[in-house]
């Protein structure tokens, strides 16, 4: 199993600690002028999905967690769990809502999302940095406003909502950042 | 690596910044001038290194020969060397190297404002480290006064403790009680306290005034001399604004006996943590043999004196090029 030196965290690595699956979201370096140096991260428990802070010194080695990331398209949902599809081998997963967390509202199926695997078991869900969604609910369109000032809430065909101009109409699909959950234009098609 | 045709080449600081940068150096400049103190620069290749175990030198060796060379990782036996050659009081803007050091407030290649003040005790420089401060980030600390505190002080106000009498167990419920979760298969007295002081002490320094934290427990005293008494002290200081670090300062130890001990104690120390044992720095021995003047040094680090004058959160906003 691959081990990373604290010199080697940044956002986004995986590794092992007390035995569950992490992904470190923050890595600040720390040190006293004359002193013993130490990096603090925030780390996300991959199983839990709990944020906790951990201080290791600098230069001590983690073991890394076995995971792998694949794009795999998204099935449906019977209520319990959220289907996806390799589309290599048409291996098919099911993943539990601690997995999907925020990616939820987001999911549409077909899309392709970042599932990351441990021990065959999907513990992470990551939808894709933009996503099309149809807008279902929001207030009557004002025409002719174009001027990008104010804004309202829209409920996309998913249940996400998200804040967009006032000229945006029930049916426009929409495009969506998903990592800020903030409108991003109109779909072009 | 990225294709060459989208490599970022661009400065990671503004050419505002920049500017401001040449302004504050001029301001040292003008500084020291005015003050009789002489400007000087030593050679950042050394065949000798730094034996601090916390410290890291990089070393280069060329294509034409086994010789190993070292990156200072600050100017202070070159300049020391000076002293004792007779040059009075010194200033020197310098560039030091430190592996691995590497976050918002750090870059392994960064620059250093050195000095020495012949004839100065440590209290006597705090108070220049403080008018130098006040001149070169005016708007921010122009306003804010000193505050003094000894190393005992601040953790019996800030962890509430006794670090002079604390054992370790007292450190880890001390750790525990900041709710720090401190990975580590053992606990170690010195690591522990760095840890106390890095992660709950320092954020509360400087937070409206300019913090001057002195008198270090004498495992820290570096090359700092150590005051005897019931219990003794390093006579040394450090300078914090804004839970920041800013510099680090001394009365020199002239003792050239106690010195080779330190580097000594700091090459055994390398040994048992697994580290390589540093090449001892003799010509710098051999000058405090001679006779260091009494005298008091410190060191700024310029690049986060930038960061408070412009107003920003991370060391790459200040130079021109970090490292990749």
Redesign the interface.
């Known amino acids: 199993m691959a081990t990373y030196s604290t010199?080697e965290f940044k956002g986004g690595l995986k590794i092992m600690?007390d035995g569950d699956p992490c992904s470190i979201i923050e890595n600040?370096?720390?040190?006293?002028?004359?002193?013993?140096?130490?990096n603090?991260v925030k780390i996300r428990n991959l199983k839990t999905g709990r944020v906790?802070?951990?201080?290791?010194?600098?230069?001590?080695s983690?073991e890394g967690a076995d995971v792998i990331e694949l794009d795999m398209e998204y099935l449906y949902s019977d209520g319990e769990f959220w289907h996806f599809m390799e589309p290599k081998t048409f291996e098919q997963f099911a993943a539990s809502e601690a997995a999907l967390g925020e990616a939820k509202q987001w999911l549409k199926e077909q899309n392709t999302c970042t599932v990351t695997l441990w021990n065959n078991d999907p513990i992470l869900v990551e939808p894709p940095n933009f996503v099309f969604l149809a807008v279902a609910d929001t207030d009557p369109g004002v025409r002719g406003d174009t001027s990008g000032g104010g804004g309202k809430p829209a409920t996309l065909e998913t249940g996400a909502v998200v804040r967009v101009p006032l000229f945006i109409d029930i049916g426009e699909v929409l495009k969506v950042d998903t990592r800020s959950g903030e409108y991003v234009g109109r779909s072009k098609d | 690596m990225e294709r060459p045709e989208v490599m970022n080449w661009k400065p990671t600081a503004s050419i505002e910044v920049l500017r401001r940068r040449a302004q504050m150096l001029a301001d040292v400049r003008r500084f020291f001038a005015d003050r009789d103190v002489l400007e000087i620069e030593t050679p950042t290749l050394s065949s000798a290194a730094n034996t601090d175990p916390v410290l890291h030198s990089l070393s280069l060796t060329s294509d034409d020969s086994k010789k190993q060379f070292y990156l200072h990782t600050s100017p202070e036996h070159a300049m020391k060397r000076l002293l004792v050659a007779g040059s009075g009081s010194i200033f020197q803007i310098a560039r030091v190297y430190r592996a691995g050091e590497r976050g918002r407030f750090h870059q392994p290649e960064f620059s250093l404002l050195e000095w020495y003040r012949v004839g100065f005790d440590y209290h006597q420089l705090m108070a220049e480290v403080v008018e130098l401060l006040q001149l070169l980030v005016p708007e921010l600390l122009g306003p804010r006064a000193a505050l003094k505190m000894t190393y005992a002080d601040v953790f019996r106000r800030y962890v509430g403790i006794d670090v002079g009498s604390a054992a370790v167990a007292d450190l880890a419920s001390a750790l525990a009680s900041h709710d720090i979760q401190f990975v580590a298969d053992e606990l170690d007295h010195r690591v522990l306290v760095d840890l106390l002081f890095s992660h709950v002490v320092q954020p509360q320094l400087g937070r409206d005034d300019i913090t001057l934290v002195y008198d270090y427990p004498v495992d820290q005293a570096s090359l700092a001399f150590v005051r005897a008494g019931s219990e003794p002290v390093a006579e040394r200081f450090e300078v914090f604004v804004d839970g920041v670090e800013l510099g680090n300062g001394y009365r020199e130890l002239t003792d050239a006996i106690e010195q080779r001990h330190r580097f000594e104690t700091d090459n055994q120390r390398r040994l048992l943590q697994g580290l390589p044992a540093m090449p001892i720095d003799e010509a710098f021995l051999a000058a405090l043999r001679h006779g260091l003047p009494e005298c008091s040094g410190v060191a700024l680090g310029l690049d986060r004196l930038m960061m408070l004058l412009v107003g920003v959160d991370d060391i790459t906003q200040v130079i021109s090029f970090p490292i990749d």
């Open positions: 010199n600690l600040e370096f720390v040190k006293p002028g004359k002193g013993q140096a130490f603090r906790i802070e951990r201080t290791f010194k600098s230069n001590e983690v």
